[in-house]
Nanobody, 127 residues
């Protein structure tokens, strides 16, 4: 049984930083992909960043490039999202997700691509 557990959310002022963690367990993640998504109230869940577990290739949505960094620690089976220069529009529930298909590089930004999801962690940025 795959489990993804996010942590690290909270309340921060605009311009501040947070680091989210996603602890993964239940099977080998080697060769597959992990993603971070977010969902603001009244909006659809949207792609934020993704990383290939083995090679470490990183992918970002345009609005977070240069501010957010996704990384992974293979030994700890944990994926991180370092978020700097946070803005009020970054306020959302952040979810990590695991993709065990062979289509990761083609579909990494699609919600439907991912097989497992964490419970989410709230990030609130005040102005």
């Amino acid at each position: 049984q795959v489990q993804l557990v996010e942590s690290g959310g909270g309340l921060v002022q605009a311009g501040g930083s947070l680091r989210l963690s996603c602890a993964a367990s239940g099977r080998s993640f080697s060769g597959y992909g992990m993603g971070w998504f977010r969902q603001a109230p009244g909006k659809e869940r949207e792609f934020v960043a993704a990383i290939s577990w083995t090679v470490g290739i990183t992918l970002y949505t345009d609005s977070v490039k240069g501010r957010f960094t996704i990384s992974r620690d293979n030994a700890k089976n944990t994926v991180y999202l370092q978020m700097n220069s946070l803005q009020p529009e970054d306020t959302a529930v952040y979810y990590c997700a695991a993709d065990f298909s062979v289509n990761f590089y083609r579909n990494y930004a699609k919600v439907d691509e991912y097989d497992y999801w964490g419970q989410g962690t709230q990030v609130t940025v005040s102005s």
